[in-house]
Antibody, heavy 123, light 106 residues
Framework: EVQLVESGGGLVQPGRSLRLSCAAS????????MNWVRQAPGKGLEWVSG????????AYADSVKGRFSISRDNAKNSLYLQMNSLRAEDTALYYC????????????????WGQGTKVTVSS | SYELTQPPSVSVSPGQTASITCSGD??????TCWYQQKPGQSPVLVIY???KRPSGIPERFSGSNSGNTATLTISGTQAMDEADFYC?????????FGGGTKLTVL
């Protein structure tokens, strides 16, 4: 069974940092691009960042550019999101989502999602 | 920045056809996909590349995309289809989601 399991969420003060992880199993992890998508309480989906299969290319939403950094370790079947300078508006459930191709490309969609890890930014 | 617009809500009677639209500038020139999200659950991909259904998605789900509008159609809607639906497309190497549509089956 293909599974994505996020971890690392929690309560953090504004301006501080947090690192999220996503552990993949049941798939050939390094065959696919991976993404982070978040959902604020009671709100819709917002794409955060994506990374190609070999870490050759990364992309970020304008709302997090310069503050967040995506990475992956294919040897560990893991995806990461380093979140710095956190703001109250970053409060959300963060999902790890698998792409269907190796690259970040216009035909891609997210066919496997984790259960999410909750991040709360508050003093 | 690119925007995708969905109606906040759509209602349908059981057994009838539900249509959920997603509008964006020249959206027909892009690939659109659709996700279903039930309360307390993670999103599920139901349509990708405008018209394709992933394995395990019922045939009553179908999609189209032309001009400025993509449409998700659910034929013979069932009570279990009640959920939030999100469209998604790529623009300039970033991903854009629509605001979501709450489908009510009543």
């Amino acid at each position: 069974e293909v599974q994505l399991v996020e971890s690392g969420g929690g309560l953090v003060q504004p301006g501080r940092s947090l690192r999220l992880s996503c552990a993949a199993s049941g798939l050939t992890f390094d065959d696919y691009a991976m993404n982070w998508v978040r959902q604020a309480p009671g709100k819709g989906l917002e794409w955060v960042s994506g990374i190609t299969w070999n870490s050759g290319n990364e992309a970020y939403a304008d709302s997090v550019k310069g503050r967040f950094s995506i990475s992956r370790d294919n040897a560990k079947n893991s995806l990461y999101l380093q979140m710095n300078s956190l703001r109250a508006e970053d409060t959300a459930l963060y999902y790890c989502a698998k792409g269907m191709y190796q690259q970040l490309e216009p035909r891609d969609a997210f066919d496997i999602w984790g259960q999410g890890t909750k991040v709360t930014v508050s003093s | 920045s690119y925007e995708l617009t969905q109606p906040p809500s759509v209602s349908v009677s059981p057994g009838q056809t539900a249509s959920i639209t997603c509008s964006g500038d020249k959206l027909g020139n892009k690939y659109t996909c659709w996700y279903q999200q039930k309360p307390g659950q993670s999103p599920v991909l139901v349509i990708y590349q405008d018209t394709k259904r992933p394995s395990g998605i019922p045939e009553r789900f179908s999609g189209s995309n032309s001009g400025n509008t993509a449409t998700l159609t659910i034929s013979g809607t069932q009570a279990m289809d009640e959920a939030d639906f999100y469209c998604q497309a790529w623009d300039s190497s970033t991903v854009v989601f629509g605001g979501g549509t709450k489908l009510t089956v009543l």
